[in-house]
T-cell receptor, first 109, second 118 residues
Framework: GQNIDQPTEMTATEGAIVQINCTYQTSGFNGLFWYQQHAGEAPTFLSYNVLDGLEEKGRFSSFLSRSKGYSYLLLKELQMKDSASYLCAVKDSNYQLIWGAGTKLIIKP | GAVVSQHPSWVICKSGTSVKIECRSLDFQATTMFWYRQFPKQSLMLMATSNEGSKATYEQGVEKDKFLINHASLTLSTLTVTSAHPEDSSFYIC??????????????FGDGTRLSIL
């Protein structure tokens, strides 16, 4: 079966750095996405990785290791507005998105 | 960037009512649209995939006669919840993509519809 694992909840302090991990087992791989979802709102696209390595976009970076079936989302200089759920999703061999359950990130002052 | 409009954003209605939700791609043609449901504090659950001009493909456990999907054009898909009951109360979100997403094209999400059945 297809499976994506990420921690259910994480807590971090404003101004700090946090790393949210995602491991996956899917039938084929055509890229990995990270989305941010605030409570009661639809997900918004953050990043996309298809090759191994780090993609940096401002305060957010995403890393991929295809051989390990592993990715992480790194958030720097955390702000209160970063409190949200972060969803990891993998595009399988049929180009279907397989979603993780999401990681709820709580930012404390 | 690509914009997906979903309407209405909030619906409250009586049990037994049918509710139609519209999903439009505003500045691109979406060959495929997806309908998701999300219960509180849970992740997105794909209900069905609809391709323009053909029947929707429903995920296991989703009743196709209850959740009617129509994708009549490249910019519009509709989800009709027929004879809705309180257990159908949820957050329904549509998303759209242009094609099989060659490259880094993500799915583009609508703002969601919060459905409350009394």
């Amino acid at each position: 079966g297809q499976n994506i694992d990420q921690p259910t909840e994480m807590t971090a302090t404003e101004g700090a750095i946090v790393q949210i991990n995602c491991t996956y087992q899917t039938s084929g791989f055509n890229g990995l996405f990270w989305y941010q979802q605030h409570a009661g709102e639809a997900p918004t696209f953050l990043s996309y990785n298809v090759l191994d390595g780090l993609e940096e976009k401002g305060r957010f970076s995403s890393f991929l290791s295809r051989s390990k079936g592993y990715s992480y989302l790194l958030l720097k200089e955390l702000q209160m507005k970063d409190s949200a759920s972060y969803l990891c999703a993998v595009k399988d061999s049929n180009y279907q998105l397989i979603w993780g359950a999401g990681t709820k990130l709580i930012i404390k002052p | 960037g690509a914009v997906v409009s979903q309407h209405p954003s909030w619906v409250i209605c009586k049990s037994g009512t049918s509710v139609k939700i519209e999903c439009r791609s505003l500045d691109f043609q979406a060959t495929t649209m997806f309908w998701y449901r999300q219960f509180p504090k849970q992740s997105l659950m794909l209900m069905a995939t609809s391709n323009e001009g053909s029947k929707a493909t429903y995920e296991q456990g989703v009743e196709k006669d209850k959740f009617l999907i129509n994708h009549a054009s490249l910019t519009l898909s509709t989800l009709t919840v027929t004879s809705a009951h309180p257990e159908d109360s949820s957050f329904y979100i549509c998303s759209a993509r242009v094609d099989r997403e060659v490259g880094n094209q993500p799915q583009h999400f609508g703002d969601g519809t919060r459905l409350s059945i009394l």
